[in-house]
């Protein structure tokens, strides 16, 4: 049978158009990515920690000056070209001790970040993906955590161990993991019913692997903007230890104690108080900012 041309009409230029792919794929996290590049502020607090982080490293290490060393013949020195953010009251160099504190400070909001995603991830993700006795167990203990503020079992916990740098990264890692459960209790519940964990279930994974390869990193979005937050609240709370005196101590320079120590003499010498509670602010309202970003940038309804 002989086909007739005429059956056939060619297709319009617009119309091959249609299904074109007018731009590369993007994975789920390129996609963060590129909206996170598009906030301008979130992107401002993300090179300001960056920047802080670096120049607390190897900032120390190109100064002349130690942030122990005492001489009182350039003791309460006001910010000049020699001592940018001048001197305190026993001679040391401001910019140096700032420096040093942020090393402590940053290492604490670190290192409690840290350990606060190691605990919190694995106990809610076990909660919510047992659930029953066991998830309403682990919840009560949460639910009885979280009715008593937190600065009192930091305190409480500062009195028995001796004060130090290691003894407030316990204390606060202790007291900040339960806000974490809870978050990622409630995204496995919600999780633990699609398909691609009934798939998973079907080719005979356990339920370490569902928990580990498949529901806590489908929960990342989440965990990650509430790690970001939580690392200032870390920052902030060893700084309010130190300067109440339950922090480290003297002569280690972190922000709390550097403003506890200007606050004797904050109305001669206004500029010791001025730059750690700077330093302090300008680091907490960077890292919210990368937080804010970082929740836009994971929310799924936003992608386009």
Same mark, same amino acid.
């Given at each position: 049978?002989?086909?007739?041309?005429?059956?056939?009409?060619?297709?319009?230029?617009?119309?091959?158009?249609?299904?074109?792919?007018?731009?590369?794929?993007?994975?789920?996290?390129?996609?963060?990515?590129?909206?996170?590049?598009?906030?301008?502020?979130?992107?401002?607090?993300?090179?300001?920690?960056?920047?802080?982080?670096?120049? $607390?490293?190897? #900032?120390?290490?190109? *100064?002349?000056?130690?942030?122990?060393?005492?001489?009182?013949?350039?003791?309460?020195? *006001?910010?000049?070209?020699?001592?940018?953010?001048?001197?305190?009251?026993?001679?040391?160099?401001?910019?140096?001790?700032?420096?040093?504190?942020?090393?402590?400070?940053?290492?604490?909001? !670190? %290192?409690? *970040?840290?350990?606060?995603?190691?605990?919190?991830?694995? !106990?809610?993700?076990?909660?919510?993906?047992?659930? #029953?006795?066991?998830?309403?167990?682990?919840?009560?203990?949460?639910?009885?955590?979280?009715?008593?503020?937190?600065?009192? !079992?930091?305190?409480?916990?500062?009195?028995?161990?001796?004060?130090?740098?290691?003894?407030?990264?316990?204390?606060?890692?202790?007291?900040?993991?339960?806000?974490?459960?809870?978050?990622?209790? #409630?995204?496995?519940? *919600?999780?633990?019913?699609?398909?691609?964990?009934?798939?998973?279930?079907?080719? #005979? %994974?356990?339920?370490?692997?569902?928990?580990?390869?498949?529901?806590?990193?489908?929960?990342?979005?989440?965990?990650?903007?509430?790690?970001?937050?939580?690392? +200032?609240?870390?920052?902030?709370?060893?700084?309010?230890?130190?300067?109440?005196?339950?922090?480290?101590?003297?002569?280690?320079?972190?922000?709390?104690?550097? %403003?506890?120590?200007?606050?004797?003499? !904050?109305?001669?010498?206004?500029?010791?108080?001025?730059? +750690?509670?700077?330093?302090?602010?300008?680091?907490?309202? $960077?890292?919210?900012?990368?937080?804010?970003?970082?929740?836009? %940038?994971?929310?799924?309804?936003?992608?386009?």
């Amino acid at each position: 049978m002989e086909i007739s041309k005429e059956l056939f009409e060619r297709v319009p230029a617009e119309e091959k158009n249609l299904n074109r792919i007018v731009r590369p794929s993007e994975t789920y996290w390129q996609d963060v990515w590129r909206r996170l590049k598009a906030n301008k502020l979130a992107m401002a607090g993300l090179f300001f920690v960056i920047f802080i982080t670096v120049l $607390a490293i190897v #900032g120390p290490w190109f *100064s002349k000056y130690d942030y122990r060393t005492q001489d009182f013949s350039i003791a309460n020195m *006001s910010p000049s070209a020699e001592h940018w953010f001048g001197t305190d009251q026993f001679g040391r160099d401001l910019f140096v001790r700032i420096l040093y504190g942020a090393r402590i400070s940053l290492t604490v909001g !670190y %290192a409690v *970040s840290i350990l606060n995603f190691t605990i919190g991830v694995l !106990y809610g993700g076990i909660a919510g993906y047992v659930g #029953g006795k066991v998830d309403n167990f682990m919840m009560r203990i949460v639910d009885i955590l979280l009715s008593i503020p937190s600065t009192i !079992y930091v305190i409480l916990l500062m009195l028995i161990f001796d004060a130090g740098l290691t003894s407030i990264i316990i204390a606060l890692a202790i007291t900040s993991w339960v806000g974490m459960a809870r978050i990622v209790r #409630g995204q496995i519940l *919600s999780l633990k019913q699609q398909e691609f964990v009934l798939a998973a279930r079907t080719i #005979g %994974a356990s339920s370490t692997r569902i928990l580990l390869r498949h529901l806590i990193p489908n929960s990342m979005g989440p965990i990650i903007v509430t790690l970001t937050l939580a690392i +200032p609240s870390a920052i902030f709370s060893e700084a309010f230890l130190s300067f109440i005196g339950l922090g480290v101590s003297a002569p280690m320079a972190s922000w709390g104690v550097l %403003a506890s120590e200007a606050l004797q003499g !904050y109305q001669l010498y206004p500029y010791q108080l001025f730059f +750690p509670a700077g330093a302090i602010s300008l680091t907490l309202f $960077a890292f919210q900012l990368l937080g804010d970003g970082l929740r836009d %940038a994971l929310d799924p309804k936003m992608r386009k």
